[in-house]
């Protein structure tokens, strides 16, 4: 009887018994979490391919999570806040793009032995990447339609659409910090495409001529510039699984494949920041 009294206070102690509190299991919800494994098929590569894209599903919520964060940091001028959130952002793109590693050891013969069983499913179909895309920048509205279906999915994609992007925040914040922002600018149709401004990439080049002058100003500038470089990097990446694996043939949600990924690569968020450069 002893014993058993000492063991149980032994296991309380060492944190053994978790019929009264939280496990770490039971913190993380790893029941659900695990169950969402569920391979349509007996082959033996589509539990990995299911997991890959489950995990890049949860970086790019942490990325969507931080973007949000960092523009709602820069809206109050709280840049070191906005810059911590930024480069988190970066170091997640980091993860996402190791991702593409892991599926590449699938070859497109592992691949063609379950590729049926996802009938019209497809990555292009993702809304937490088209959000990632609306909050950087992206406006394609014809992106938007593969998920009218879900209400609510659709109404937050069109909610952040019609708002401004992480880098129309940074151009209000060049407002409020002085520099000669054209109106144009701060108060244009936020669901139009970004157009190149002349006078914005003339405040950039100011900004990067002075550094130290414009420290926040040039710091933000670098930190857009990292996320960008990144996303492009995972687009890349992206691109070249995807025709490592099917060629050029089309996706299975009737993309034109390799072609639509390709051309996503000519695609900017932040055109001025990237012209700087030669004009320096």
Known sequence: MGNSKETNRVERGMHLD????????????????????APLSDQHDETM??????????????????????????????CGIAFKALARV?????????????????????????????????GFQSHQYRMLEILLGARDDKTLLPHKHKGDVYEALQQAF??????????????????????????????????????????WLDIYRAPDEHFE??????????????FQQWRFRHMKTVHRIIGTKSGTGGSSGVDYLKKTLDRTFFPELWDVRTRL
């Open 18 to 37: 978790f019929s009264e509190r939280m496990s770490y299991g039971d913190y993380l919800k790893l029941d659900q979490l695990l169950a969402a494994q």
């Open 90 to 122: 970066s170091r997640v793109q980091e993860q996402l793009l190791s991702a593409w590693d892991v599926l590449s050891t699938m070859t497109p013969a592992d691949y063609l032995t379950f590729r049926d069983r996802l009938e019209g499913a497809s």
């Open 217 to 230: 100003a040039y710091q933000l500038a670098e930190e857009l510039v990292d996320v960008e470089d990144w």
């Open 162 to 203: 019609t708002s401004r992007s992480i880098y129309d925040e940074a151009i209000a914040f060049l407002h409020r910090q002085g520099f000669d922002v054209p109106d144009q600018l701060l108060n244009r149709n936020f669901a139009q495409a970004y157009q190149y401004s002349d006078a914005l990439a003339g405040i």
């Open 49 to 78: 391919f299911i997991i890959v894209h489950h995990v890049q599903e949860l970086w790019i919520r942490l990325s969507i999570h931080e973007l949000n964060y960092a523009m709602q940091s820069l809206r109050q001028d709280k």
